[in-house]
């Protein structure tokens, strides 16, 4: 968050000491004018100390996830898939989306989170919403849109589990535009971290970084996919931490790789230089690369008895914001993140549902040394 004057600081202790004071106390008070308590008003909803009408203060530490909420099918044949006709297949409906994964996560763990988006006017939206209000999330900056339906993914596997084909109906992302992201400023402002993926449109990614260059906040992209990833930028100035695997790396960076950890280290240097602050190059079971101010660390992935490898990296990324959040530094939030992710492998949900700060500290020691 910005720095106050001081009238806007004595304006800000007003309404800290009675969130319901008016502004014209405010100005009989500190000896204002109304009109000048009212400016300074807009100027904290600005700054992102004030969230907006009724002075929500803002939290101490909070994080806001922006980007894809998803309905998740899975149907699994039962038997060898037969074309042009009927199969049958066992069903399972989950919720999915890397931000709104990341954000029930960063929740489960006790950080403050604000959740951005944009659902359908349906069934699917209303139950993700209910979904994460339930967690403690704030959802109310989330668009509801009649104009097109809630994101959906379906995944048809055969009977020993493997993907066959996969079906996705994101265009309802296309209307997450600008102008939202004006809108919701002061939520954005207030923010300790942001973190967004690459299911918004390339102009509203480059809108959010561009602002970010002169934000207080801290903002972290993931890149979803390679075609996702080229939505963003080719001037990464403005991201703190950009996250992604090999293949979407080498898609930013316009470059071929032998898919080694030695080529994991020169993209995640490559992603410094195109202007990223920090960057985290995944390698799945092989290891992770954290370029970041303080030099280049490479660790292995953490071992873990996997069931379905689906949040994974979802997981990966609240884990290491929840710990940068605490004050650590990008090496060890990312080892920690790197366990989150491989705990979630072991439950067949993409949010393990156990979570919490307690079942994360008690695995703590599955982080080699």
């Known amino acids: 968050m910005e720095d106050t004057s001081p009238q806007e600081a004595a304006v800000l202790a007003a309404i800290r000491d009675n969130p319901f004071v ?7 008070l500190l000896g204002l004018a109304r009109s000048t308590v009212a400016a300074h008003i807009v100027q904290l909803m600005q700054k992102g100390h004030i969230l907006g009408r009724g ?19 899975k149907y699994r044949a039962r038997q060898t898939l037969v074309p042009e006709t009927s199969n049958p297949v066992d069903g399972v409906r989950s919720l999915g989306g890397v931000a709104r994964n ?15 988006s944009i659902v359908g006017d349906d069934e699917a939206g209303r139950t993700l919403l209910s979904f994460m209000r339930e967690r403690g ?6 668009i509801v849109s009649a104009e097109r339906p809630t994101a959906e993914y379906a995944a048809i596997l055969d009977p020993v589990g493997d993907l066959v084909m996969g079906l996705a109906d994101m265009s309802i992302f296309d209307l997450l535009l600008p102008d939202h992201i004006d809108r919701i ?17 390339a102009e509203t990614l480059a809108a959010l970084i561009d602002k970010a260059r002169t934000a207080q906040f801290r903002l972290a992209i993931d890149a979803v996919s390679t075609v996702k990833a080229a939505r963003l930028p080719k001037d990464l100035t403005g991201v703190d931490l950009l996250l992604m695997n090999l293949d979407e790396a080498d898609a930013v960076l316009g470059r071929r790789s032998q898919k080694t950890m030695a080529d994991a280290r020169e993209a995640a240097l490559g992603l410094r230089q195109a202007g990223a602050h920090e ?8 290891g992770i690369v954290v370029a970041g101010i303080e030099g280049v660390g490479v660790f292995p992935a953490v071992a873990a008895a996997a069931v379905d490898m689906t949040g994974a990296g979802d997981a990966m990324i609240a884990g290491t914001l929840h710990r940068l959040m605490a004050g650590e530094d990008l090496r060890s939030a990312a080892r920690v993140g790197a366990l989150l992710g491989a705990m979630t492998t072991e439950s067949p949900a993409s949010v393990h549902p156990q979570l919490s700060p307690l079942f994360l500290d008690a695995n703590l020691h599955r982080i080699s040394v």
């Open 279 to 286: 960057a985290i190059v995944t390698m799945g079971a092989e």
């Open 102 to 116: 990341v954000a029930e996560n960063l929740a489960r763990l006790g950080t403050a989170t604000t959740f951005v």
């Open 22 to 28: 008016g502004q014209q106390e405010i100005a009989s």
């Open 137 to 142: 999330i704030d959802v109310s900056q989330v």
């Open 55 to 73: 002075y929500v203060l803002a939290e101490p530490a909070r994080a806001v996830c922006i980007g894809g909420a998803v309905l998740d099918r």
């Open 185 to 201: 400023w002061p939520h954005l402002a207030s923010a300790t971290w942001v973190f967004c993926d690459c299911n918004l449109p």
